[in-house]
């Protein structure tokens, strides 16, 4: 009896906050399952009460896949995105915690490539980058590009972060690594992933990096908009006075 008590650790939990993503959902959880095959994960699926059915998806992928591998930790409403990667934190087995977002614009076919600089290296975060030899982008106009291009180097400029795309948000950490960072951000939304990997950087974790392409989303819509662009302006001013 005492055995059934103890929960195994998973080697890693899988982090995806979703907002309107029933038409997303299915092919990134298939598709997590078809790229590490042989590694002990959780999925946590962090729901801001979507309206549009992502909940009931999830749980029939629950019904497929079994509750021990998806989990469903929802809340009621849009509540940003920082907090629900802490929401997700609370729930989290794994000794390792991957963030990913769901659109499909972070493949989980660049996970084995996490894993393996990960165990080659023993760093506490691995992220993926747009910008080295091999990374890309995908799906975007000149405009965007230029914009996020742009973002970065104004970031590199002020912060020295040591790494090369800081806006991404598809990485891994050592679950201890983030629950020492997450509880050292106050930023919100999109800034939130800056932030975190700027403080990482700031506390001499060891950061690695592996190129990723990264692909527009395919179905849906974009949330990045001209609110999120000066939260990140901000976010950048703020990070400069305190870090």
Known sequence: MEEK?????????????TYNERLNIALIVYLVFKHIPDVDFEIIIVDDGSP??????????????????????????????????????????????????????????????????QMETGASIVTGTRYVKGGGVHGWNLMRKLTSRGANVLAHTLLWPGVSDLTGSFRLYQKSVLQ??????????????????????RKGYHIEEVPITFVDRVYGSSKLGGSEIVEYLKGLIYLLVTT
């Open 5 to 17: 008590k103890e929960k195994k650790n998973k080697y890693m939990s899988i982090i995806i906050p």
């Open 180 to 201: 020492d960072i997450i509880s050292s951000c106050v930023s919100k939304g999109y800034v939130f992933q800056m932030e975190m990997i700027v403080r990482a950087s």
């Open 52 to 117: 549009d059915g992502t909940q009931d998806i999830v749980k029939q992928l629950q019904g497929v896949y079994g509750e021990d591998r998806i989990l469903l930790r929802a809340r009621p409403k849009k509540l940003g995105l920082g907090t629900a990667y802490i929401h997700g934190l609370k729930h989290a087995s794994g000794n390792f915690v991957v963030i990913m977002d769901a659109d499909l614009s972070h493949h989980p076919k660049y996970l084995p490539s996490f894993i393996k600089k």
